[in-house]
């Protein structure tokens, strides 16, 4: 596992790594889905949006529906330095 983090909530949990990120109900365990990618996984602050990326290539999805919101080619550190 390259991280984790907890909803805003404490309901989810996702956990990545460089291929795939995995997204659990926090209290019974049971996976919730999959997204793609995921060395560095986050959700926002009001737990509407998670974002994965490998280093390549940030990704950011609905938490609620797991659809593919944005992509981005650009590292996440110069995009978030810069």
Same mark, same amino acid.
Not at 12 to 34: P, S
């Given at each position: ?5 907890? *909803?805003? /909530?404490? +309901? ?5 790594? /460089?291929?795939? &990120? @995995?997204?659990?109900?926090?209290? &019974?365990?049971?996976?919730? !889905? &999959?997204? /793609?990618?995921? @060395? #560095? ?6 737990? +509407?949006?998670?974002? #994965?990326? /490998? ?9 609620? #529906?797991?659809?593919?919101? @944005?992509?981005? *080619?650009?590292?996440? +550190? *110069? !995009?978030? *330095?810069?």
């Amino acid at each position: 596992i390259g991280s984790g983090a907890f *909803s805003p /909530d404490g +309901k989810r949990v996702l956990a990545g790594n /460089d291929k795939i &990120t @995995r997204e659990w109900d926090a209290g &019974t365990g049971a996976e919730i !889905r &999959t997204f /793609d990618g995921g @060395r #560095t996984v986050a959700y926002s602050a009001d737990g +509407k949006h998670l974002l #994965t990326t /490998d280093g390549a290539c940030n990704r950011i999805w609905d938490a609620a #529906t797991g659809k593919l919101v @944005r992509e981005s *080619s650009a590292p996440a +550190k *110069s !995009r978030l *330095s810069g």
